[in-house]
């Protein structure tokens, strides 16, 4: 069945290293993946996104990678801060559906 | 701008009893979803509506009901209450319901059943 899973529950860095959260997806039909970082108590926030049609896409500090081939979706954040512990969900849509499937979330902690 | 907003914010129901949970989108989206997240897993989509119809559901009982109103803000109710509906239920809203596909979460309400 369809699933978005995550390879690693958790993920401990040092501050200032760089943090690299994997995500694998099994839906080939899936075009449109979101990842979400949530706070303890707090509702998941939306720090970036890519469409199929794309490889890479790259924010503020961090970057999305999306390999088709291996159906596998990639997070990387730059000279990660302890403001960056958090759980990270990624998530798919197919287009025309109205659901985002989400994976069981990494958690990562960052050491001082 | 405020986002979305979500009310009450911690509830507590016994067993059978009936609960009803308040969201208000983005100002400007007019789509509105709910999730659940039970502890420890992520979310798991129950509703979405757009321009006051039902435009999406997921795997959930029928003792789960939802609707939205003009102004696109949303009610999630859950009748007969069960210790397995505790959870941090989650709104999210968009601009629309096709693209672009950005959902903003809410803070979440979270109930627990007794």
């Known amino acids: 069945g369809e699933s978005v899973g995550l390879h690693l529950p958790t993920l401990s860095v040092q501050e200032g290293d760089n943090s690299i959260i994997n995500c694998a997806y099994s839906?080939?039909?899936?075009?449109?993946f979101i990842w979400y970082k949530q706070e303890s108590g707090k509702g998941p926030q939306f720090i970036i996104d890519?469409?199929?049609?794309?490889d890479k896409r790259q924010g503020q500090r961090v970057t999305v990678l999306l390999n088709k081939t291996v159906k596998h979706l990639s997070l990387q954040i730059a000279a990660t801060q302890p403001g960056d512990s958090a759980v990270y969900f990624c998530a798919e849509l197919q287009e025309g559906r109205r659901a985002l499937t989400f994976g069981s979330g990494t958690r990562l902690q960052v050491q001082p | 701008d405020a986002g979305v907003t979500q009310s009450p914010t911690h509830l507590i129901k016994t067993r059978g009893q009936q609960v009803t949970l308040r969201c208000s989108p983005i100002?400007?989206?007019?789509?509105v979803s709910w999730y659940q997240q039970v502890l420890g897993q992520g979310p798991q989509f129950i509703f979405q509506y757009y321009e006051k119809e039902e435009r999406g559901r997921g795997n959930f009982p029928d003792r789960f009901s939802a609707r939205q109103f003009p102004n696109y803000s949303s009610e999630l109710n859950v009748n007969a209450l069960l210790l397995g509906d505790s959870a941090l239920y989650l709104c999210?809203?968009?601009?629309?319901?096709?693209?672009?596909?950005?959902?903003?979460f809410g803070p979440g309400t979270r109930l627990t059943v007794t």
């Open positions: 890519i469409r199929s049609n794309m």
């Open positions: 839906n080939s039909a899936s075009d449109y």
């Open positions: 999210a809203s968009r601009v629309s319901s096709g693209p672009p596909y950005e959902q903003y």
């Open positions: 100002s400007g989206h007019k789509s």
